[in-house]
């Protein structure tokens, strides 16, 4: 099986570590030294860590089945961490036999002797050269280990702020639908006395739009065109109230149909327009729903030809739609998207979302 990309960067960073804590090494016994034998001490930290580094990182990956459950009883999954009792046995045989063969490997290149653990007669230079390799291992591997805790716990924190935003979408999305339902229902009951007829087309219209709203609800995401086709049932089940009272007018252009948003976002803007701008405004007037392209982003637009922005915030309730919008882009886009409301230019509000494209 191929190495999957984290599991890559993984090892890219470990080996970068590990050439520079060699690095550190060399210069440090280079100081003690009097700033002697620089090169050699560059051979044998080079070959001693690393070969120990290998040793040490494959015994970590190849740790038994029973290391990778008491790690994931105790929480260390993220990394692979096989937990201590093994990782101690790794690090010293690791250290011990990295040692040698780096040892050896020094020796043949640098043309020195440094000697080898099995050689007593120079036991106390092995025991110093084992003593710094073995340090290290553990400042590496107690670093490693850390980074690990620390990758897991960002790791569960993420998952956790994800779940939590998805509950609060799904929270804000259960709150939005009945509000629309309930005006419409409310809407239809005052319309059965006065106009059957009418109040019978309003009822049709109003079973398409749930048929349609039903599948796409249960998506987080959903295109562009789908987000329009809904808004289009919205007004005309607003237009069979309103009668000749309300026009409206929707653009989209075709290269951003398929764009992926969030569902029932613009139908809060539209009801805004209608119950705050359209109804109170005696004749009437114009919806247009507009979409276009500025860059990297993407703009939604809700004009409305009514009683304006300050004469609809006088009258307004408590402000739901527009609530309900600002918080569901919050929590999918952070700070990455927006809403604003503003006077038109000759007469009433333009509300405006904007969007990352393509997120």
Known sequence: MAPTAPAVDDLKRTLILGVLMCLGV???LTGLRGGRDLAANLVYSFAIGMSCLGLIEGGRRIAPDWAWRWQARHGHAAGRWPGWPWMSVVIVFGTTAGYTLGASIGNALSGKGLPMPWKFGSAASAVASLTISLTVACIATAFFWMRGRLASAQARAEAAQRLAADTQLKLLESQLEPHMLFNTLANLRALIALDPPR?????????????STLAASRASLHPLAAEFERSADYLALMQVRLGDRLASTLDLPPELAAQPVPPLLLQPLLENAIQHGIEPHRPGG???LRAWRDGDRLHLSVHDTGIGLEAARASAGTGFGTT?????????????ASLTLASAPGGGTLATITLPLGA
Not at 324 to 336: C, F, K, M, N, S
């Open 324 to 336: 309900q919008v600002r918080e569901r882009l919050a929590t999918l886009y952070g700070d990455a």
């Open 199 to 211: 109040a019978q087309a309003m009822l049709d219209h109003l079973i398409a739009f749930l048929r």
């Open 26 to 28: 060399a210069l440090v």
């Open 286 to 288: 114009r919806i247009a």
